[in-house]
């Protein structure tokens, strides 16, 4: 799926899977690319050839626990593996392309990068979210539970609930989903208690922006609730770093959507590279 493949060990021993869409003589630097909850780095291939045409070589992994990264899936070891996993592979990438890479997230990935982003544990190029899920739609009870079995079982597998049919209106796309064997519906108490946590915390935190941003809001998005990203840009806005487009009727995945949607996102993406 992707144009080269290789495994990069994590610190305590994890390797996690490299996916790269190399670009010769790259003239506008590097992209990495963070995947969402359940996926994995090779469903970004048609994304990863847009900015190639663009001047950018590409990189993305899969996350622990999901895609061909080994381990349980949707199991972390500690609740911010996902953060040390960034930055390591951030670093790594940064080191092979002499810059910074522009670091774009989606969902569970966009939370992943722009906490990181926060904390300071990484400072990109600029930054793009894609529908980071910034908020959730669970219930608040849903959510206190989580945190209890995240010290009790935190390496539980319950199924995530993301409603797949709400991924794009293209069902191609939702089918291909379902019938990828990469792709799996498992999330762990610990995991899903870090995305609760940490989506609040980076809405607290957006006043500490302070890398050029673009946040991506899909409006019909029934996998995340997109009023965690209008708190979050409301807040971030005085930062003068982001730059927020809304699309009032898309679903989640704003990049895999059904014409002429997906086209109208590429098009705003591309304007705020230009500028």
Not at 21 to 43: K, M, S, T
Not at 54 to 63: A, L, W
């Amino acid at each position: 799926m992707a144009g080269a493949t290789a495994s990069l060990e994590m610190p305590d021993g994890q390797p996690l899977r490299l996916h790269d869409w190399p670009l010769p003589q790259a003239r506008r630097g590097g992209v990495l690319i963070v995947h969402g909850l359940g996926e994995h780095a090779g469903r970004y291939e048609a994304l990863a050839r847009w900015f190639n045409t663009r001047g950018y070589t590409v990189r993305s992994y899969d996350q622990r626990g999901h895609g061909e990264s080994p381990g349980p899936r949707g199991v972390l070891s500690h609740p911010d593996d996902l953060l040390a996993d960034l930055a390591v592979v951030h670093a790594d990438y940064a080191r092979t392309l002499g810059i910074a890479p522009l670091l774009l997230g989606h969902s569970m990935g966009g939370l992943v990068a722009l906490r990181a982003v926060l904390d300071e544990r990484i400072t990109p190029k600029a930054l793009v979210l894609s529908s980071p899920a910034l908020r959730s739609h669970a219930s608040p009870g849903l959510q206190r539970l989580a945190a209890t079995l995240a010290h009790l079982l935190p390496g539980l597998h319950l199924r995530n609930g993301l409603e797949l049919e709400r991924l794009s209106h293209d069902p191609q796309v939702v089918a291909a989903y379902r019938n990828d064997p990469l792709c799996h519906d498992r999330v762990s108490p610990r995991l899903a208690d870090f995305i609760f946590r940490a989506g609040a915390s980076c809405i607290a935190d957006a006043g500490r922006l302070e890398v050029p941003t673009l946040l991506l809001v899909a409006g019909d998005d029934a996998l995340v609730d997109a009023a965690g990203s209008r708190d979050f840009a409301a807040v971030a806005a005085r930062t003068k770093q982001l730059t927020t487009r809304y699309f009032a009727a898309l679903y989640h995945e704003l990049f895999n959507e059904a014409e002429p949607g997906r086209t109208q996102v590429l098009r705003q993406l591309e304007d705020w590279l230009g500028k």
